[in-house]
């Protein structure tokens, strides 16, 4: 099946630096998400990106397709950034697999 | 106004024992599923249920069985649980089969096995 790999594992900002959070996958997808899990363990879905650019707010991501990888930028982090970050892909051979990596820890100090 | 709701939240039993953990959706969404979270925060499908038929079973025990009375409800039931079995238990829906939909979880059920 398809491997997902995110680097890098844990994460220490200081809160107002910026960070770059990168998810490699072994094949071709179609769909790609990033997900956010707060230390409460809520799943927050973050975006949809299977390819292109998407911002929201502080947070944007780049997915390029070809090169199988996906980029998650945190600019300006705030202390309720911390949590654990997944990406998460989906198979063009099995639409109802979506497989997850092991995530990026994120830890944001005052 | 939860959109993919599962109880309970925390679930304590003994080893042996049979327990289930409920999960409904009111997204009106085609697709259902049962994640499992362990210790290290890996998380892993489960189970996968498209309109109330079984799509995806991966490599569980068969004393985990899911079952889906209609497509809003997909519930979980664990027979003769086992210490290993401790985890955090995410259910989550998406519109189905279509390509890039997005996938909503419920806030977990953190199960512990004494």
Not at chain 1, 26 to 36: A, C, E, I
Not at chain 2, 12 to 33: A, P, R
Not at chain 2, 80 to 101: H, I, K, Q
Request: include cysteine.
């Amino acid at each position: 099946g398809i491997q997902v790999e995110q680097s890098p594992p844990d994460l220490i900002l200081q809160e107002g630096a910026n960070s770059t959070l990168r998810c490699n996958f072994s094949d071709s997808v179609n769909n790609l998400q990033w997900f956010h899990q707060n230390p409460w363990g809520q799943l927050i879905n973050l975006f949809y990106i299977p390819s292109g650019t998407k911002q929201n707010g502080r947070l944007s991501a780049t997915t390029v397709a070809t090169e199988r990888y996906s980029l998650l930028y945190i600019s300006s982090s705030q202390t309720t950034d911390s949590g654990v970050y997944f990406c998460a892909v989906v198979s063009p051979f099995n639409n109802n697999d979506m497989r997850f990596g092991a995530g990026t820890r994120l830890t944001v100090k005052p | 106004d939860t959109a993919v709701s599962q109880t309970p939240k925390y679930l304590v039993t003994q080893m042996g024992n049979d327990k289930s953990i409920k999960c409904e959706q009111n997204l009106g969404h085609d697709t259902m599923y049962w994640y499992k979270q362990d210790s290290k925060k890996f998380l892993k499908i489960m189970f996968s249920y498209n309109n109330k038929e079984l799509i995806i079973n991966e490599t569980v025990p068969n004393r985990f069985s899911p079952k889906s009375p209609d497509k809003a409800h997909l519930n979980l039931h664990i027979n003769s649980l086992e210490l290993g079995d401790s985890a955090v238990y995410f259910c989550a829906s998406s519109t189905g089969t279509a390509l890039g939909e997005k996938l909503f979880f419920g806030s977990g059920t953190q199960l512990s096995v004494l």
